[in-house]
């Protein structure tokens, strides 16, 4: 049996629940699970076709592993314009102490707005449910604490799971002309519209409304070879996440694509503080008959504490030849 004071135990609540964001954990595989970062991204593959994938990513400070998530999602297209999905992710930090979980579903709608249907105006929405968690592991209230508190010695923690629905949506204007060597693709989308509440023993916590900015713009070379630079932003009331990317498809054929490389840069700023996190993307994945395998180590920049922070994160993806999108987004 552990023990630990009520005061101990509120104050390290309190600084996870405030200070970890751990239903949005950073990733740098973001559109390995593309809907999960805008609704608009559902069903982007061809009218008739699907893809599933998982993405499995972990962080650590030093040596020591901080927090990991699981991902998954499977999406497939209607019609030309409809596309639906579902995702999941869980998410688990310090020493599994906090766990979030999320199942979503989401819908999109493609709206051609030129009769030769190669801009798109795309709508997305996204329901489900949140859980939060504290695995207290046995902690109880023990003698040490003071006589005249409202917890008798003995009584274990109560309210140590939450849950609350939750609903995001987004929108995407793309250019999905495939005749066309340039085609851009920018984005915006909105988290937590109805501001999901937990309600932990005595802490109450709303997550705050999160928006995410993306863009870029695919250029076909004369070359075996495709280029990508995007950009992902990320705020919310705590802090600002920007991330620039550069990727390079390796084409075996001209519609065919057997790697892709890539590149990116992160910095992540707090409200709270005068510090930032800079961290390198470098991005590897490899294009099978009907996979796609992508792997990233991101290397921390700079020291806290004389560590480092860094990430490894893997994905698969299984897509069918023929389900294969033309739009223009990035693979990972």
């Known amino acids: 049996m552990k023990y630990i004071p009520v005061c101990l135990l509120s104050h390290m609540m309190m600084s996870l629940v405030v200070n970890g964001q751990w239903t949005d954990l950073v990733s740098s595989q973001e559109y390995a699970t593309a809907m999960l970062l805008n609704p608009a991204s559902t069903g982007d593959v061809v009218s008739g076709g699907y893809r599933a994938g998982v993405s499995y990513n972990s962080i650590k400070v030093g040596n020591v592993e901080t927090a990991k998530m699981l991902a998954g999602y499977w999406e497939g297209s209607v019609s030309g314009r409809l596309g639906i999905g579902f995702a999941f992710s869980h998410n688990m ?54 006589v005249r508190t409202v917890r008798p010695s003995g009584e274990r923690f109560g309210n140590s799971a939450a849950f609350s629905p939750n609903i995001n949506a987004g929108l995407m204007l793309l250019m999905n002309d495939v005749g066309q060597s340039i085609r851009p693709f920018i984005g915006y989308s909105l988290s937590n519209l109805i501001r999901p ?38 705020r919310d009331p705590t802090q600002t996440q920007t991330s620039i990317y550069l990727n390079a498809l390796v084409h075996t054929r001209v519609d065919q694509p057997s790697m892709v490389v890539g590149l990116g840069v992160r910095n992540q700023s707090y409200a709270a503080s005068s510090r930032s996190i800079r961290t390198l993307l470098p991005m590897l994945g490899f294009y099978f008959d009907r996979y796609f395998v992508g792997t990233s180590y991101d290397i921390g920049m700079n020291r806290f504490g004389g560590l480092n922070q860094s990430s490894w994160q893997i994905s698969l993806t299984f897509q069918p030849m023929e389900s294969r999108s033309s739009t223009p987004l990035p693979q990972f």
Do not use: C
């Not at 930090?93 to 906090?98: P, Q, S």
């Not at 999320?102 to 030769?116: G, I, K, R, T």
């Not at 802490?203 to 250029?219: A, E």
């Open 93 to 146: 930090g310090n020493n599994n102490f906090v766990k979030n979980t999320q199942f979503l579903a989401s819908v999109s709608y493609n709206v051609p707005l030129d009769a030769a249907q190669s801009w798109f105006l795309r709508f997305g929405m996204q329901g489900g449910m949140l859980s939060r968690a504290f695995d207290t592991g046995g902690l109880v209230f023990e003698d040490q604490i003071d």
């Open 197 to 234: 509440v937990f309600q932990l023993s005595e802490l109450t916590y709303t997550l705050p409304l999160k928006q995410v900015f993306q863009g870029g713009v695919n250029i076909a070379t004369p070359s075996f070879y495709t280029l990508v630079p995007h950009v992902i932003i990320k």
